[in-house]
């Protein structure tokens, strides 16, 4: 689904919940304007305690919050992490496209460690409409996948894969996608995470003939679309153009990225 810069708003969010799910944080903010326009899929650039925001996607938008979740793994989530309830953060967002919010049938929601979090927020949003969301979330090992132990009440079901085996099934993602589309009678497949876990997400649905859906994980310097730095090859009219996953993205046809 399309949106613009327009859309975005540049605010001040106040720090209303700091949990952790799993090994990773979720960081809620009070920011109503950022709220009421976010679609799933979407993302928004924080103050992180240097001189670039960083990119996030947003977990949950309700009607006056938005959250955020995010791995500890360099200076600018230490300083995130450690941010406490009444602290004010500047955002702008919420930026880029988001997942389509129509649908013909099931949705299959794949997801790659705290990558999944946006699938949460698009289950939500379309299974009061009548359109099942069962989801695959898979990971390194357990304690890497994203919100399993609230997965069964979002999503209609929930198949989980570990490389280690230590929750559900050993494997990836892709090895139980086709099982679940049987099972399901999915007709789309929405996916957000790791970059080589999205390119065969997307190349086994080019194989089940499924629409696929894909939430790309590119570095973002500015989040607006000035600087290129996040650019993904999407086919067109026969050829391949750059596009910017901050501003065309980061929500892609997966069928169209050109991978490797």
């Keep these: 689904m399309s949106a613009t810069l327009a ?22 903010l009070r920011a109503p304007d950022v709220a009421r326009r976010t679609i799933p899929g979407q993302f928004a650039m924080i103050e992180a305690g240097c001189l670039l925001r960083r990119p996030f996607s947003i977990f949950r938008a309700t009607a006056d919050q938005v959250s955020v979740a995010f791995d500890v793994i360099g200076d600018g989530t230490r300083w995130l992490s450690e941010r406490a309830l009444g602290d004010d953060l500047a955002l702008a967002g919420p930026l880029g496209t988001g997942f389509a919010l129509e649908s013909n049938g ?3 929601a794949v997801g790659g460690g705290y990558g999944a979090a946006p ?7 379309l299974r009061p409409t009548g359109h099942a969301v069962h989801a695959v979330l898979g990971a390194a090992r357990a ?3 994203f919100g399993h132990d609230e997965a069964s009440r979002v999503f209609d079901s929930v198949a989980i894969t570990t490389e280690d085996g230590s929750l559900g099934t050993k494997g990836l993602v ?22 080589p876990m999205l390119e065969a997400v997307s190349n086994r649905c080019r194989e089940l003939k499924l629409a696929c859906e894909v939430a790309v994980e590119e570095f973002m310097a500015c989040g607006l679309g000035i600087c290129w730095t996040c650019v993904v090859p999407v086919a067109g009219n026969g050829e391949a153009r750059y596009l910017r996953s901050c501003t065309e993205g980061p929500v892609f046809d997966g069928g169209a990225v050109a991978w490797g």
């Design 106 to 108: 099931p949705t299959v």
């Design 174 to 195: 892709t090895d139980v996608l086709a099982d679940v589309v049987a099972r399901t009678g999915a007709r789309r497949v929405a996916a957000c995470g790791p970059m």
């Design 119 to 125: 699938l949460f927020m698009l289950a939500e949003r």
């Design 7 to 28: 859309d975005a708003v540049e605010t001040t969010g106040r720090v209303v919940g700091v949990e952790r799910i799993g090994e990773y944080q979720i960081l809620t």
């Design 143 to 145: 304690a890497r996948v």
